[in-house]
Structures are given as structure tokens and as C-alpha cells.
């Protein structure tokens, strides 16, 4: 979701829970008051009861053997690696008030598709999947929220879909990113909105937004021991998919002022080392909240949070005023582990995603990779997403992950993303349990990207967009010559290689017609033209040479530009083929 975008929709889900609640209020305020003549008392209604289904142990847990965390299966007693993707749905749905927006339709009443749920978790069993990961939330009227709480027509779906996974052998993680719409939970929210704790701050800061997670996620499980849930299919329940704070809202937008945590602790705002320590502190304090809280109806239950990646110390979200340190999560709460998120292609490599989360030596928490996926501006063909995403898993092994869910299985994240199921399944397949049984191994799948890290030598270059950055593997980064054509730029193999394809990504602005020359030759002979592009460019664009026959003997290639409207610069050069 666009950042703008993403923006506006949290300001609308705080304004229309804390509009619940004052309507609440107002309407209570406007009744007339009346002086009845005594009568028989009506009966009081019948109170709230606890729900009599004792829960059953949860078939995974969490364990440490020799000093390292590892999820286990308590029936077999063996290790047990979470693989799978994650399922959504999104639609357009009504907004309370008017208009419509576009959100989780998983669940929703008229929505969710019983045969459709059963044949997609079928197909990861199939495949050897393990693991569905699933939203539920959905700010339409008629999603997970009501006037009294949960919808129960929307948990109704749930607990089905629950046992369709149970079926298929495949563990469900529950996850949501905001709170339902419902006066149940607006209420408290308002208490402490919008002049100290607003947007994201109000929900997860905010020692009214801890007591309205616990209200809900006890309202959640609750709603799912009364219909008698299969909880032994439950993998985990998830404080949030990305928790996250605003620095552009109150109170961290403050120079000045005193703020109370829900640990009863008081931070200044003046101070930037205090702003810090208060947000460190109300990870933890959510965290550790909602987990006890699930503990205290489900005991054997697996607690965790989600993140997308914090902005230093490598910088990444330009402009992004989305802030959060994930150190306090993964080093001081009770989760029971830590679901982080990491795509290919962008502009962090992945030792760079490890150093800003702050998460390198963690032995006794699990980590999984909850969301990994290929967005279609990064990646040409779904080949090539396909292989990323190999590299991606297999690389991240070395930085200790335990589990890995696909971004997602079927769906396009209104046309983002490449699913799963694209081209015939090929990623699907690629990181299939039954094709690679071992994450951590390549298998039949390996098809390097050849140029990646080679030394590169060029015409000219900005000193902030180095050569070297058209050989990171990253789409987000660019070698810039800082000068009009005619540019050129080398990249050197190290060693002899069997060349089957070249992919350039173009850097440009303005858009318009360009003419390049590339050129191969082998460590001793004179260069030759092995494709030539003269089109109309723009920026992102991907220019694809792929030979009939596999050019042999090629360690040097060179990229020459004679015309441009632009400044010369390539975002990724990419070779590949076989040495």
C-alpha cells in the first residue's frame, strides 16, 4: 500500500473508533430521564459466562535445545520448520459513515469461499507446505467488528477455515494490523485520543490502546473456544502483522512534555534518548500484555509480532514517517518468537535488513521470515522472482531464520506483487518442501546472477551512486554517471562464463528514446556487439537480450550508451548463465 494512502486509511480507522465511542457516549447523554412508578424489578439478564470448552494443547511449541530456540511438534516430539504463504483476500467494502475501502475480505461474510479455502490449503499440502499465515481484520461494516465486539458470522468463517487447515495438515498464524471497528474497543481507545496518542501512537502507545488489545484478543479466543475451535491448528496469535508507531503524531511529534506509559513510568518529550526508551518500553508492554492475556484462556498458545524493517543504521523508507526499533521486541519481551519481513530487490540487501533489525546472535527466539516475496517492479519475469526468492530463503539460513511464508500464495496485492501461483506455480514450486526439503539447499534451483558483486569499472560516476551499484542485486540503487551520453560501463566476470541471458534495468528521467550498444569479449579478444536497444525508455524499464545460443567464453561485458535524454545510469545489470 502506497505510504500516502496507507497514511490516510489509519487516520480513518482511529477517527471512526473513536467516533464509535463518542456516538456512544452522546447517545447515552441524550436519553430522557424518566421517574417510573415501582414495580416488580424485570429480571436481570442472564451475566456473561466464561466459556466451558477446555482448550487442547497446541500441537507446536517452542523449545531450546543446546542453547538455540526451535519450534517442535509436542505429539512427535521432532523439530518442526514453518514453511508455507501467506493466503489473502482484498476487496472493496463499505466504510462506516460512506464511501468504500479497500481491505482483508478473507473472512467476511459474503466474501469468504468455503471450497475455494479447501482447495488452495490443499494445494500446499500438496506441495508440503506447512503453515497458512491470515488476516483477521477487515474495517467494512460488515468485517471483523460490530456494535458488541466480533462479528460472529465473520468468527464463524474463521473457525471454519480453521478446520479445512486441521484437515490439510496446515497451521494457521493469526494475524491483524488494527483493531475491529467496534465501539467495544473505540471506547477505550477514546479515552486517551487524539491530543496525547493519535494514529498509530493511539493504538499501540497508548496504555488505552494495551487495554483494548487485551479486550480483544481475549474476546478472540474466547470466540473461539465457544465454537469449539480446533485450537491444536492454531501455529500462533500476533500482536500485530507490522507494529509500528507515527513520528509525525502526537506524543512523539512533541519538543516538550511529560507522557505516562501503561508501566507507570513517565518520559520527556524533550528528551530524544527518553522518546526511545518509551517506545522500547511500550513493545515490550503490549507484547508481554497480549500474550499474558492469551495465556490466561489458552495455555499452550505461541504469541509473536510482526515488523517491517527499521531505517538505520542502513536507510531505507525515505520519507516514511512510519518509525520503529525492533531490538527491545526480539531481545526483552515474552514472545515467543518474531516474525520479520525482507524482499528481494529493493533497497536493502539482506545483511543490511539483518543490521537494521537489530537481530544478529538472537539464538533462544526463533525468527521467521513472515513475509518474502517479489514485487513486479523489481523483477522482469517470474523466472527470475523465482530464483531471487531461492537465493533469498537460502541466504537467509546463514542469518539463523527458523521458517519462511511467501508473499503470497495466490494473490497480486493489487498488482504489486508476483504471486505464488503465477506462470503455472513456479514460485510455489521453487520453495516447495517437496522440491527442496531443504530450505537452507538450493537443490535443482540455482541459477546465479553472474554479475552480482563483479568488478566493474566505468566512464564516470556520482560520488552517492557508485559504480558498484549496478551490481548489488539491488533495484533500489543505481550507478549514476552524473553526465549525458555517450557513457559507458564495465563489468568484469573474474573468470570465462556461458552467457544465456543479459537484463539491464534503466535508471532515467526523463522518459524517451535511447540507443545502447552491448558488447561482450573473453579475457584476451576485442570486444563484440551482441545486442543493440534503440526504443523509447523510461525508468524501470527492463531491457532483456537473451540469445538463441548461450555466447561462450565471456568474462568482460561492456553497456555503452550514445544517446539518452537523461543523465546515463543503470539500476541493476544482470548476467546470467553458467561458469
Not at 79 to 93: S, T
Not at 394 to 414: A, H, I, K, Q
Request: with cysteine; glycine share 8%.
Amino acid at each position: 500500500m502506497k505510504m500516502k494512502r496507507y497514511r490516510l486509511f489509519v487516520a480513518w480507522v482511529v477517527l471512526v473508533l473513536v467516533q464509535q465511542a463518542c456516538n456512544l457516549i452522546n447517545l447515552a447523554a441524550s436519553q430522557p430521564t424518566t421517574t417510573a412508578t415501582p414495580t416488580t424489578a424485570p429480571p436481570s439478564p442472564a451475566p456473561v459466562t466464561e466459556p466451558s470448552f477446555t482448550p487442547v494443547e497446541h500441537r507446536i511449541g517452542v523449545r531450546v535445545v543446546d542453547g538455540t530456540g526451535e519450534f517442535y511438534d509436542r505429539l512427535t516430539g521432532e523439530k518442526f520448520i514453518p514453511r508455507g504463504a501467506n493466503f489473502i483476500r482484498l476487496d472493496p467494502q463499505e466504510k462506516a459513515g460512506a464511501g468504500q475501502v479497500i481491505t482483508f475480505s478473507t473472512f467476511n461474510p459474503g466474501f469468504y469461499n468455503h471450497d475455494e479455502a479447501s482447495q488452495v490449503l490443499g494445494q500446499m499440502h500438496i506441495a508440503g507446505y506447512n503453515v497458512v499465515r491470515v488476516f483477521i481484520e477487515s474495517e467494512g461494516v460488515n468485517g471483523l467488528g460490530d456494535a458488541n465486539g466480533l462479528n460472529p458470522a465473520f468468527m464463524e468463517n474463521v473457525v471454519d477455515f480453521l478446520r479445512l487447515a486441521q484437515k490439510n495438515g496446515i497451521y494457521v498464524i493469526f494475524v491483524k494490523q488494527w483493531l475491529p471497528i467496534s465501539p467495544r474497543y473505540g471506547e477505550i481507545i477514546a479515552r486517551q485520543c487524539c491530543d496525547t496518542f493519535n494514529f498509530a501512537n493511539a493504538i499501540y502507545l497508548s496504555p488505552a490502546g494495551v487495554e483494548a488489545h487485551r479486550l480483544f484478543f481475549k474476546d478472540l479466543v474466547q470466540a473461539l473456544l465457544q465454537r469449539q475451535a480446533p485450537l491444536d491448528a492454531v501455529f500462533s496469535y500476533n500482536v500485530s502483522n507490522e507494529l509500528y508507531f507515527d513520528a509525525d503524531q502526537p506524543p512523539l511529534s512533541w519538543t516538550s512534555g511529560a507522557v505516562t506509559l501503561a508501566n507507570g513510568k513517565v518520559y520527556d518529550m524533550a528528551n530524544p534518548q527518553d522518546k526511545q526508551r518509551m517506545m522500547d518500553d511500550a513493545l515490550i508492554i503490549i507484547i508481554d500484555a497480549v500474550r499474558q492475556t492469551v495465556l490466561e484462556l489458552d495455555p499452550t498458545a505461541l504469541v509473536s509480532v510482526g515488523f517491517f524493517a527499521p531505517q538505520s543504521p542502513n536507510p531505507t523508507r525515505p520519507g516514511d514517517a512510519r518509525l520503529i526499533r525492533t531490538y527491545s521486541a526480539i531481545w526483552g519481551s515474552t514472545a515467543d518468537y518474531i516474525d520479520l519481513h525482507a524482499y528481494p530487490g529493493g533497497d536493502l540487501t539482506l545483511a543490511q535488513h539483518i543490521e537494521n533489525y537489530e537481530v544478529n546472535g538472537m539464538q533462544v527466539k526463533p525468527i521467521i521470515l513472515g513475509e518474502f516475496g517479489a514485487f513486479k517492479s523489481a523483477f522482469p519475469s517470474i523466472e527470475g522472482a523465482a530464483q531471487a526468492l531461492v537465493d533469498w530463503q537460502v541466504e537467509s539460513c546463514r542469518y539463523g531464520f527458523d521458517g519462511w511464508l511467501l508473499w503470497t500464495w495466490d494473490d497480486d496485492t493489487n498488482g504489486e506483487v508476483i504471486p505464488g501461483t503465477a506462470s503455472g506455480g513456479l514460485i510455489n514450486d521453487a520453495l516447495s518442501p517437496v522440491n527442496r526439503p531443504d530450505p537452507c539447499d538450493y537443490g535443482s534451483w540455482e541459477r546465479k546472477n553472474l554479475a552480482q558483486g563483479a568488478n566493474v569499472q566505468a566512464s564516470n560516476w556520482l560520488p552517492d551512486q557508485p559504480m558498484q551499484n549496478a551490481v548489488d542485486g539491488l533495484a533500489g540503487t543505481q550507478w549514476g554517471a552524473g553526465a549525458g551520453a555517450p557513457q559507458w560501463i564495465e563489468i568484469d566476470l573474474g573468470t570465462p562464463a556461458k552467457v544465456s541471458e543479459i537484463r539491464l534495468l534503466v535508471a532515467q528521467y526523463p522518459e524517451g528514446n535511447t540507443i545502447h550498444f552491448l558488447k561482450v569479449r573473453s579475457a584476451v579478444n576485442p570486444f563484440i556487439e551482441a545486442a543493440r536497444f534503440e526504443q523509447v525508455t523510461r525508468d524501470g524499464d527492463w531491457l532483456i537480450f537473451k540469445p538463441q545460443f548461450p555466447l561462450e567464453n565471456v568474462q568482460i561485458l561492456r553497456l555503452e550508451t550514445a544517446a539518452s535524454p537523461s543523465w546515463v545510469a543503470w539500476k541493476e545489470i544482470q548476467v546470467y548463465g553458467e561458469k
